[in-house]
RNA sequence: GUGGGUGUAGUCAAGGGGUUAAGACACAGGAUUGUGAUUCCUGCAUGCGUGGGUUCAAAUCCCAUCACCCACC
Protein backbone atom coordinates (compact mmCIF):
# COMPACT_ATOMS: atom_id res chain seq x y z
CA UNK A 1 0.00 0.00 0.00
CA UNK A 2 1.15 4.17 -0.40
CA UNK A 3 1.66 5.75 2.80
CA UNK A 4 -1.53 7.37 4.10
CA UNK A 5 -1.41 10.63 6.20
CA UNK A 6 -3.24 11.06 9.43
CA UNK A 7 -4.51 14.75 10.32
CA UNK A 8 -4.66 14.59 14.72
CA UNK A 9 -4.92 18.46 15.76
CA UNK A 10 -4.05 21.56 13.81
CA UNK A 11 -2.80 24.09 15.96
CA UNK A 12 -5.11 26.74 16.95
CA UNK A 13 -2.62 30.00 16.08
CA UNK A 14 -0.57 28.61 13.52
CA UNK A 15 -1.00 26.25 10.46
CA UNK A 16 1.23 23.58 12.28
CA UNK A 17 -0.29 20.06 12.56
CA UNK A 18 0.21 16.96 14.33
CA UNK A 19 -0.50 13.90 12.73
CA UNK A 20 0.76 10.54 11.33
CA UNK A 21 1.90 9.09 8.44
CA UNK A 22 1.34 5.41 7.66
CA UNK A 23 3.92 3.21 6.02
CA UNK A 24 4.09 -0.24 5.33
CA UNK A 25 7.03 -0.01 7.27
CA UNK A 26 5.62 0.90 10.32
CA UNK A 27 3.96 4.84 11.60
CA UNK A 28 5.88 8.29 11.61
CA UNK A 29 5.18 10.76 13.86
CA UNK A 30 4.65 14.25 12.08
CA UNK A 31 6.02 16.77 12.22
CA UNK A 32 9.41 15.26 12.00
CA UNK A 33 12.69 15.60 11.50
CA UNK A 34 14.67 12.96 8.74
CA UNK A 35 18.54 12.12 9.47
CA UNK A 36 20.49 11.89 6.07
CA UNK A 37 21.94 8.85 5.03
CA UNK A 38 23.12 9.57 2.04
CA UNK A 39 25.30 6.18 0.87
CA UNK A 40 23.20 3.96 2.94
CA UNK A 41 24.66 5.27 5.90
CA UNK A 42 23.81 7.85 8.58
CA UNK A 43 27.49 8.89 8.84
CA UNK A 44 29.38 7.72 11.85
CA UNK A 45 25.90 6.18 13.44
CA UNK A 46 24.96 2.22 13.27
CA UNK A 47 21.20 1.38 12.82
CA UNK A 48 20.93 0.46 16.64
CA UNK A 49 22.02 3.65 17.59
CA UNK A 50 19.87 5.79 15.30
CA UNK A 51 17.00 3.32 17.14
CA UNK A 52 18.28 4.32 20.58
CA UNK A 53 17.66 8.11 19.74
CA UNK A 54 14.10 7.08 18.26
CA UNK A 55 14.86 7.94 14.61
CA UNK A 56 11.88 6.77 12.86
CA UNK A 57 12.87 7.28 9.36
CA UNK A 58 15.98 7.57 7.47
CA UNK A 59 17.08 9.18 3.82
CA UNK A 60 18.97 7.71 1.42
CA UNK A 61 20.37 8.86 -2.24
CA UNK A 62 19.67 7.59 -5.27
CA UNK A 63 22.63 9.33 -7.38
CA UNK A 64 25.16 8.07 -5.03
CA UNK A 65 23.79 4.47 -4.54
CA UNK A 66 23.62 4.23 -8.06
CA UNK A 67 27.21 5.56 -8.77
CA UNK A 68 28.14 3.36 -5.75
CA UNK A 69 27.88 0.72 -5.36
CA UNK A 70 24.95 0.11 -8.23
CA UNK A 71 20.92 -0.07 -7.35
CA UNK A 72 21.88 -3.66 -9.19
CA UNK A 73 23.88 -4.84 -6.31
CA UNK A 74 21.65 -3.74 -3.38
CA UNK A 75 18.51 -5.47 -5.46
CA UNK A 76 20.44 -8.46 -4.56
CA UNK A 77 21.29 -8.36 -1.89
CA UNK A 78 17.83 -7.56 -0.98
CA UNK A 79 16.68 -3.79 -0.85
CA UNK A 80 18.14 -1.01 0.66
CA UNK A 81 16.71 -2.15 4.59
CA UNK A 82 18.60 -5.52 4.13
CA UNK A 83 21.86 -4.19 2.83
CA UNK A 84 22.16 -1.65 5.67
CA UNK A 85 20.80 -3.32 8.66
CA UNK A 86 17.66 -0.48 8.56
CA UNK A 87 14.11 -2.45 8.92
CA UNK A 88 12.62 1.05 9.59
CA UNK A 89 11.13 3.67 6.55
CA UNK A 90 13.42 4.53 4.00
CA UNK A 91 13.17 7.99 1.97
CA UNK A 92 15.23 8.27 -1.34
CA UNK A 93 15.95 11.39 -2.93
CA UNK A 94 15.98 11.18 -6.35
CA UNK A 95 19.10 12.76 -7.41
CA UNK A 96 17.45 15.98 -8.15
CA UNK A 97 19.49 17.97 -5.78
CA UNK A 98 22.82 16.16 -7.18
CA UNK A 99 21.65 17.67 -11.02
CA UNK A 100 21.89 21.07 -9.29
CA UNK A 101 25.11 20.41 -6.93
CA UNK A 102 27.36 19.04 -9.43
CA UNK A 103 27.17 22.09 -11.36
CA UNK A 104 29.67 21.94 -13.82
CA UNK A 105 29.64 18.21 -14.09
CA UNK A 106 26.16 18.00 -15.70
CA UNK A 107 24.29 18.89 -18.82
CA UNK A 108 20.19 18.78 -18.54
CA UNK A 109 18.15 18.05 -21.53
CA UNK A 110 14.34 16.89 -21.88
CA UNK A 111 15.19 13.46 -21.25
CA UNK A 112 17.46 14.57 -18.27
CA UNK A 113 20.93 15.40 -16.68
CA UNK A 114 24.19 13.94 -18.28
CA UNK A 115 27.10 13.98 -16.11
CA UNK A 116 30.10 13.25 -14.77
CA UNK A 117 30.67 10.65 -12.45
CA UNK A 118 32.62 12.45 -9.21
CA UNK A 119 34.01 9.21 -8.34
CA UNK A 120 35.71 8.15 -11.83
CA UNK A 121 34.72 10.53 -14.19
CA UNK A 122 32.70 8.49 -16.19
CA UNK A 123 29.43 9.58 -18.43
CA UNK A 124 26.06 8.76 -17.03
CA UNK A 125 22.82 9.26 -17.26
CA UNK A 126 19.80 10.03 -14.97
CA UNK A 127 16.38 10.15 -16.69
CA UNK A 128 13.06 10.67 -14.63
CA UNK A 129 12.86 6.80 -15.62
CA UNK A 130 16.24 5.91 -14.79
CA UNK A 131 15.52 7.79 -11.41
CA UNK A 132 12.33 5.40 -10.71
CA UNK A 133 13.87 2.33 -11.42
CA UNK A 134 17.17 2.79 -9.48
CA UNK A 135 14.60 3.67 -6.71
CA UNK A 136 12.25 0.80 -7.78
CA UNK A 137 14.91 -1.63 -7.09
CA UNK A 138 16.43 0.16 -3.94
CA UNK A 139 13.01 -0.62 -2.30
CA UNK A 140 12.92 2.64 -0.38
CA UNK A 141 9.00 3.33 1.23
CA UNK A 142 9.12 6.83 -0.17
CA UNK A 143 10.54 7.54 -3.58
CA UNK A 144 11.41 11.02 -4.98
CA UNK A 145 10.60 12.47 -8.39
CA UNK A 146 13.46 13.56 -11.04
CA UNK A 147 13.08 17.07 -10.33
CA UNK A 148 15.43 20.00 -11.27
CA UNK A 149 16.46 22.27 -8.43
CA UNK A 150 16.90 25.64 -9.74
CA UNK A 151 19.87 27.94 -8.48
CA UNK A 152 19.25 31.21 -6.39
CA UNK A 153 18.84 33.75 -7.97
CA UNK A 154 17.45 32.73 -11.44
CA UNK A 155 15.62 34.74 -13.70
CA UNK A 156 11.70 34.01 -14.00
CA UNK A 157 11.66 32.44 -17.24
CA UNK A 158 14.51 30.07 -15.75
CA UNK A 159 12.48 29.24 -13.17
CA UNK A 160 9.06 29.11 -15.25
CA UNK A 161 10.77 26.20 -18.15
CA UNK A 162 12.65 24.49 -15.12
CA UNK A 163 9.40 23.76 -13.46
CA UNK A 164 7.45 22.99 -16.40
CA UNK A 165 10.03 20.41 -17.55
CA UNK A 166 9.92 19.27 -13.42
CA UNK A 167 6.35 18.68 -14.07
CA UNK A 168 6.68 16.79 -17.33
CA UNK A 169 9.31 14.76 -15.53
CA UNK A 170 7.37 13.89 -13.23
CA UNK A 171 4.41 12.98 -15.05
CA UNK A 172 7.06 10.00 -16.76
CA UNK A 173 8.18 9.01 -12.88
CA UNK A 174 4.25 7.56 -12.60
CA UNK A 175 4.44 6.11 -15.39
CA UNK A 176 7.52 4.72 -14.87
CA UNK A 177 7.43 3.31 -11.70
CA UNK A 178 6.83 -0.34 -11.16
CA UNK A 179 6.76 -0.74 -7.49
CA UNK A 180 3.21 -0.45 -5.80
CA UNK A 181 4.55 -0.55 -2.18
CA UNK A 182 6.80 2.37 -2.82
CA UNK A 183 4.90 6.10 -2.49
CA UNK A 184 6.06 8.43 -5.04
CA UNK A 185 6.48 12.07 -4.33
CA UNK A 186 5.69 15.10 -6.29
CA UNK A 187 8.17 18.28 -5.81
CA UNK A 188 6.51 21.21 -6.26
CA UNK A 189 9.36 24.10 -7.76
CA UNK A 190 9.27 27.76 -8.53
CA UNK A 191 11.37 29.68 -7.09
CA UNK A 192 10.92 32.40 -4.90
CA UNK A 193 7.87 33.33 -7.96
CA UNK A 194 4.49 33.46 -6.15
CA UNK A 195 2.52 32.60 -9.35
CA UNK A 196 5.22 29.87 -10.31
CA UNK A 197 4.85 28.31 -7.21
CA UNK A 198 1.16 28.32 -7.92
CA UNK A 199 1.43 26.90 -11.46
CA UNK A 200 3.65 24.03 -10.28
CA UNK A 201 1.56 23.33 -7.25
CA UNK A 202 -1.66 23.37 -9.08
CA UNK A 203 -0.07 21.10 -12.14
CA UNK A 204 1.24 18.51 -9.29
CA UNK A 205 -1.79 18.07 -7.82
CA UNK A 206 -3.72 16.63 -10.69
CA UNK A 207 -1.59 14.24 -10.83
CA UNK A 208 -2.69 12.70 -7.25
CA UNK A 209 1.09 12.19 -5.60
CA UNK A 210 0.58 10.23 -2.27
CA UNK A 211 2.96 13.22 -0.44
CA UNK A 212 4.24 16.29 -1.66
CA UNK A 213 7.76 18.17 -1.14
CA UNK A 214 8.49 21.86 -1.60
CA UNK A 215 12.16 22.08 -2.94
CA UNK A 216 14.35 24.48 -4.64
CA UNK A 217 14.60 26.40 -1.06
CA UNK A 218 17.81 26.64 1.21
CA UNK A 219 19.67 26.94 -1.69
CA UNK A 220 21.27 30.66 -0.78
CA UNK A 221 18.20 32.64 -0.53
CA UNK A 222 17.64 34.26 3.11
CA UNK A 223 15.66 32.47 5.07
CA UNK A 224 12.78 35.36 5.59
CA UNK A 225 12.75 35.12 1.83
CA UNK A 226 12.59 31.32 2.26
CA UNK A 227 9.61 31.60 5.25
CA UNK A 228 7.71 34.07 2.63
CA UNK A 229 7.78 31.51 0.20
CA UNK A 230 6.42 28.81 2.34
CA UNK A 231 3.90 31.34 3.68
CA UNK A 232 2.03 31.38 0.75
CA UNK A 233 3.20 27.76 -0.72
CA UNK A 234 2.21 25.12 2.04
CA UNK A 235 -1.56 26.18 1.65
CA UNK A 236 -1.20 25.20 -1.96
CA UNK A 237 -0.45 21.74 -1.01
CA UNK A 238 -3.63 18.85 -0.02
CA UNK A 239 -4.30 18.65 3.53
CA UNK A 240 -4.57 14.95 3.40
CA UNK A 241 -1.39 14.55 2.02
CA UNK A 242 2.06 14.70 4.22
CA UNK A 243 3.96 18.04 3.15
CA UNK A 244 8.18 17.49 2.90
CA UNK A 245 10.42 20.99 3.25
CA UNK A 246 13.62 19.52 1.06
CA UNK A 247 17.57 19.82 2.83
CA UNK A 248 16.22 22.04 6.01
CA UNK A 249 17.07 21.47 9.36
CA UNK A 250 18.51 24.28 11.29
CA UNK A 251 16.31 24.94 14.45
CA UNK A 252 14.82 27.91 13.58
CA UNK A 253 13.49 26.84 10.45
CA UNK A 254 12.44 23.48 11.52
CA UNK A 255 9.99 25.62 13.96
CA UNK A 256 8.56 28.11 10.99
CA UNK A 257 8.57 25.29 8.75
CA UNK A 258 6.39 23.09 11.15
CA UNK A 259 4.69 26.83 11.85
CA UNK A 260 3.52 26.97 8.55
CA UNK A 261 2.13 23.56 8.06
CA UNK A 262 5.20 21.61 7.10
CA UNK A 263 4.93 17.98 8.20
CA UNK A 264 8.58 16.06 6.94
CA UNK A 265 12.09 17.61 7.27
CA UNK A 266 15.64 16.49 6.55
CA UNK A 267 18.97 17.81 6.26
CA UNK A 268 22.40 17.01 6.49
CA UNK A 269 23.20 19.76 8.96
CA UNK A 270 23.55 18.03 12.24
CA UNK A 271 25.63 15.10 11.06
CA UNK A 272 27.70 17.68 9.35
CA UNK A 273 28.67 20.57 11.68
CA UNK A 274 28.87 17.61 13.98
CA UNK A 275 31.62 15.59 12.52
CA UNK A 276 33.35 19.48 12.04
CA UNK A 277 32.88 20.41 15.49
CA UNK A 278 30.22 21.63 16.04
CA UNK A 279 27.18 21.26 18.05
CA UNK A 280 23.28 22.34 18.85
CA UNK A 281 22.73 22.85 22.31
CA UNK A 282 19.77 23.88 24.50
CA UNK A 283 21.63 27.13 24.62
CA UNK A 284 22.75 27.43 21.30
CA UNK A 285 25.49 26.31 18.95
CA UNK A 286 28.89 25.22 20.67
CA UNK A 287 32.10 24.82 18.28
CA UNK A 288 33.89 22.40 20.50
CA UNK A 289 37.35 23.43 19.07
CA UNK A 290 37.47 25.91 20.87
CA UNK A 291 40.15 27.30 23.17
CA UNK A 292 37.64 28.06 26.44
CA UNK A 293 36.51 24.09 26.23
CA UNK A 294 39.96 23.52 27.01
CA UNK A 295 39.04 22.49 30.79
CA UNK A 296 35.75 22.68 30.99
CA UNK A 297 34.41 19.50 32.48
CA UNK A 298 30.91 19.49 32.06
CA UNK A 299 28.67 17.76 28.89
CA UNK A 300 27.53 19.41 25.84
CA UNK A 301 24.25 20.54 27.40
CA UNK A 302 23.14 20.36 30.56
CA UNK A 303 19.93 19.71 29.64
CA UNK A 304 20.32 16.66 27.04
CA UNK A 305 19.99 13.17 28.12
CA UNK A 306 21.85 11.41 25.11
CA UNK A 307 24.65 9.29 25.68
CA UNK A 308 26.95 11.82 25.05
CA UNK A 309 25.75 14.03 27.51
CA UNK A 310 25.26 11.58 30.42
CA UNK A 311 29.34 9.97 30.10
CA UNK A 312 31.40 12.93 28.46
CA UNK A 313 32.79 16.63 28.96
CA UNK A 314 33.29 19.04 26.43
CA UNK A 315 36.78 18.61 27.67
CA UNK A 316 37.10 15.30 26.52
CA UNK A 317 35.03 15.96 22.95
CA UNK A 318 37.74 18.70 22.58
CA UNK A 319 40.54 16.71 22.77
CA UNK A 320 38.67 14.47 20.79
CA UNK A 321 38.83 16.43 18.04
CA UNK A 322 42.04 17.75 18.19
CA UNK A 323 43.49 14.74 18.60
CA UNK A 324 41.72 13.84 15.00
CA UNK A 325 40.03 10.90 16.87
CA UNK A 326 37.23 9.50 14.75
CA UNK A 327 34.95 8.87 18.28
CA UNK A 328 34.69 12.49 18.62
CA UNK A 329 32.47 12.90 15.09
CA UNK A 330 30.49 10.01 16.40
CA UNK A 331 29.64 12.00 19.62
CA UNK A 332 29.08 14.97 18.17
CA UNK A 333 26.69 13.22 15.87
CA UNK A 334 25.00 11.39 18.11
CA UNK A 335 24.38 14.76 19.92
CA UNK A 336 23.35 16.77 17.12
CA UNK A 337 20.66 13.95 15.64
CA UNK A 338 19.19 13.27 18.85
CA UNK A 339 18.70 16.89 19.41
CA UNK A 340 16.92 17.48 16.20
CA UNK A 341 14.68 14.11 16.72
CA UNK A 342 13.88 15.17 20.16
CA UNK A 343 12.94 18.93 20.06
CA UNK A 344 10.75 17.44 17.10
CA UNK A 345 9.41 15.19 19.74
CA UNK A 346 8.74 18.42 21.81
CA UNK A 347 7.02 20.07 19.16
CA UNK A 348 4.78 17.37 19.08
CA UNK A 349 3.98 17.07 22.45
CA UNK A 350 3.16 21.08 22.36
CA UNK A 351 0.88 20.82 19.53
CA UNK A 352 -0.53 17.95 21.54
CA UNK A 353 -1.29 20.03 24.27
CA UNK A 354 -1.87 23.20 21.52
CA UNK A 355 0.95 25.21 23.18
CA UNK A 356 3.27 25.66 20.45
CA UNK A 357 4.26 29.07 19.95
CA UNK A 358 4.35 28.83 24.24
CA UNK A 359 7.17 26.11 23.05
CA UNK A 360 8.84 28.12 20.58
CA UNK A 361 9.12 31.12 22.72
CA UNK A 362 10.46 29.16 25.50
CA UNK A 363 13.10 27.30 23.02
CA UNK A 364 14.27 30.56 21.68
CA UNK A 365 14.57 32.34 24.63
CA UNK A 366 17.62 29.51 25.81
CA UNK A 367 19.09 29.11 21.54
CA UNK A 368 19.95 32.14 20.82
CA UNK A 369 21.72 31.26 17.72
CA UNK A 370 20.47 29.63 14.66
C1' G B 1 91.50 20.24 20.48
C1' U B 2 91.19 19.94 14.73
C1' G B 3 88.15 19.90 10.32
C1' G B 4 83.28 20.27 8.23
C1' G B 5 78.07 21.46 8.51
C1' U B 6 73.62 23.87 10.40
C1' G B 7 71.17 28.02 13.01
C1' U B 8 64.56 31.86 9.60
C1' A B 9 57.39 31.47 13.96
C1' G B 10 55.59 26.33 18.66
C1' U B 11 57.50 22.50 14.53
C1' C B 12 59.40 21.46 9.42
C1' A B 13 61.23 24.74 6.20
C1' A B 14 61.83 28.39 1.01
C1' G B 15 64.63 32.48 0.07
C1' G B 16 72.23 32.94 -1.42
C1' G B 17 72.54 41.70 -1.61
C1' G B 18 67.06 45.35 -3.61
C1' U B 19 59.40 46.58 -2.84
C1' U B 20 55.27 44.91 2.80
C1' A B 21 60.34 37.27 4.55
C1' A B 22 57.13 31.57 0.27
C1' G B 23 54.72 27.24 1.84
C1' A B 24 53.21 23.23 5.23
C1' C B 25 51.86 21.58 10.10
C1' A B 26 50.36 23.44 14.76
C1' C B 27 47.58 27.25 17.06
C1' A B 28 43.22 30.93 17.14
C1' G B 29 38.42 32.20 15.06
C1' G B 30 34.46 31.52 11.45
C1' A B 31 31.44 28.72 7.83
C1' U B 32 28.45 24.40 6.77
C1' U B 33 20.73 23.33 5.16
C1' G B 34 17.25 17.01 -0.75
C1' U B 35 26.12 15.15 2.54
C1' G B 36 32.35 16.51 1.42
C1' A B 37 33.94 11.71 7.26
C1' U B 38 38.97 13.45 7.57
C1' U B 39 36.03 20.16 3.81
C1' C B 40 36.17 25.47 3.01
C1' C B 41 37.41 30.67 4.60
C1' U B 42 40.18 34.11 7.76
C1' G B 43 44.15 35.28 11.20
C1' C B 44 49.10 34.16 12.89
C1' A B 45 57.69 36.53 12.10
C1' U B 46 58.53 45.24 12.36
C1' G B 47 61.78 40.09 12.05
C1' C B 48 65.96 35.48 9.98
C1' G B 49 71.12 32.50 17.00
C1' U B 50 74.04 36.94 19.22
C1' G B 51 77.41 41.25 18.54
C1' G B 52 80.03 44.11 15.20
C1' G B 53 81.34 45.51 10.11
C1' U B 54 80.93 46.36 4.49
C1' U B 55 77.02 48.73 1.45
C1' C B 56 72.52 53.68 -0.82
C1' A B 57 70.44 48.76 0.67
C1' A B 58 72.06 42.58 4.64
C1' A B 59 68.00 36.84 6.43
C1' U B 60 71.50 36.99 2.20
C1' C B 61 78.56 39.29 2.04
C1' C B 62 82.76 39.74 5.96
C1' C B 63 84.66 39.23 11.16
C1' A B 64 83.87 37.62 16.01
C1' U B 65 81.01 34.88 19.27
C1' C B 66 77.38 31.22 21.09
C1' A B 67 74.52 26.68 20.37
C1' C B 68 73.69 22.08 18.08
C1' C B 69 75.20 18.02 14.59
C1' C B 70 78.99 14.91 12.04
C1' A B 71 83.95 13.17 11.48
C1' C B 72 88.87 12.82 13.37
C1' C B 73 92.05 13.19 17.69
Not at 49 to 73: C, M, Q, V
Not at 245 to 251: A, N
Not at 338 to 344: A, E, K, P, Y
Not at 347 to 353: A, D, F, G, P
Request: proline fraction near 5%.
Amino acid sequence: MLVKYELLKECSDTKARLGKLHTNRGVINTPIFMPVGTQATVKTMTPEELKEINAEIILSNTYHLFLRPGHGLIEKAGGLHKFMNWDRPILTDSGGFQVFSLGKLRKLSEEGATFNSHIDGSKQELTPEKAVEIQNALDSDIAMVLDECPPYPASREYVQNSLQRTTRWAKRCIEANKNPNQSLFGIVQGGMYRDLREESAKELLELDFPGYAIGGLSVGETKELMYEVLEYTVPLLPKDKPRYLMGVGSPDALFEGVEKGIDMFDCVHPTRIGRNGTAMTTFGTVNIKNAKYKEDFDPLDLECSCYTCKNYTKAYLRHLFKASEILGLRLMTYHNVHFLINTMKNIRESLTEDRFLAYKKEFFEKYDRT
